[in-house]
Structures are given as structure tokens and as C-alpha cells.
């Protein structure tokens, strides 16, 4: 007997990677260069939907007959608009983290190209906009 595995509809499909740190400082009246920095774009909506993939990936073959797979992948080309590519969130879900301290955790500030900045801003209003994160206010 199998263990009882839970699946996201959001793990069913492809994940695609975010970019993993944002450094953002700004400093006004004190501009280095115009110079163009390569900050790599990744797509949010890519229009990949592999469902042969998707069954190999997770292994339903070990756990569901080849009819049930069939409708597996009939149910998910029906609804894949439904079903979004950028991950979400959830209350499915809860998770504890243990911290060694309240100390917040604070790094070494470094400069960024005007460019760089303008991207950065456009980047966290979008994630702003989607949820993925939101501000936080802390007094010291």
C-alpha cells in the first residue's frame, strides 16, 4: 500500500523558478552611471502544459490504473486555465519557524545602477500586485 500523497492543483503543473533575492537600496542625488544591467526576466505566464510530463513527474502510474490516468489528463486539459502557472498561496498549509533570536537579520548595503533601481521597483510593484508579497512595518 501507498502512502496517501496530497497534491496541489499548483504542483500538478510546471513550476517556474523566481528570481531568489532582490537587493534593493536607493539613494537619490547619487547616481553612478546610466550603465544597462543584465537582470534576467522571467516569464510568469509561459505557455507550456505538458500533461504526459506532469503524470511521469509525479508518478501516478504507481498509483492509478491507465483509465484513471486518462481522465486524470482529460480533467486537467479541461480546466488548465483554471489552474494557474505562477504559484499562490494557500491556508492548507501551515508552517513554524523556529529562529535562534528576534534579532532581525540585516546585510551589508551596496550600490545599484538608476537602470537597476527602475527594474527593481517594477518588479516588486508586480509582485506587490500579485500578492506574493506585502509590506511590513517594524519599529526598532
Same mark, same amino acid.
Given at each position: 500500500?501507498?502512502?496517501?500523497?496530497?497534491?496541489?492543483?499548483?504542483?500538478?503543473?510546471?513550476?517556474?523558478? $523566481?528570481?531568489?533575492?532582490?537587493?534593493?537600496?536607493?539613494?537619490?542625488?547619487?547616481?553612478?552611471?546610466?550603465?544597462?544591467?543584465?537582470?534576467?526576466?522571467?516569464?510568469?505566464?509561459?505557455?507550456?502544459?505538458?500533461?504526459?510530463?506532469?503524470?511521469?513527474?509525479?508518478?501516478?502510474?504507481?498509483?492509478?490504473?491507465?483509465?484513471?490516468?486518462?481522465?486524470?489528463?482529460?480533467?486537467?486539459?479541461?480546466?488548465?486555465?483554471?489552474?494557474?502557472?505562477?504559484?499562490?498561496?494557500?491556508?492548507?498549509?501551515? $508552517?513554524?519557524?523556529?529562529?535562534?533570536?528576534?534579532?532581525?537579520?540585516?546585510?551589508?548595503?551596496? $550600490?545599484?545602477?538608476? $537602470?537597476?533601481?527602475?527594474?527593481?521597483?517594477?518588479?516588486?510593484?508586480?509582485?506587490?500586485?500579485?500578492?506574493?508579497?506585502?509590506?511590513?512595518?517594524?519599529?526598532?
Amino acid at each position: 500500500m501507498h502512502p496517501q500523497k496530497d497534491i496541489c492543483n499548483n504542483m500538478l503543473k510546471p513550476y517556474y523558478k $523566481r528570481a531568489e533575492q532582490v537587493n534593493f537600496l536607493l539613494e537619490e542625488g547619487n547616481p553612478l552611471s546610466n550603465e544597462e544591467i543584465d537582470i534576467p526576466y522571467l516569464d510568469t505566464k509561459p505557455n507550456v502544459f505538458n500533461v504526459d510530463e506532469i503524470v511521469l513527474e509525479n508518478n501516478f502510474s504507481e498509483t492509478l490504473d491507465a483509465n484513471e490516468i486518462d481522465q486524470l489528463k482529460n480533467e486537467l486539459c479541461k480546466y488548465q486555465d483554471c489552474i494557474p502557472n505562477t504559484p499562490g498561496k494557500t491556508n492548507l498549509v501551515v $508552517r513554524d519557524i523556529e529562529l535562534n533570536s528576534d534579532q532581525p537579520v540585516l546585510s551589508k548595503p551596496y $550600490r545599484n545602477y538608476l $537602470r537597476q533601481n527602475d527594474i527593481l521597483k517594477i518588479e516588486i510593484q508586480k509582485m506587490l500586485a500579485m500578492k506574493i508579497i506585502n509590506w511590513v512595518f517594524l519599529t526598532i
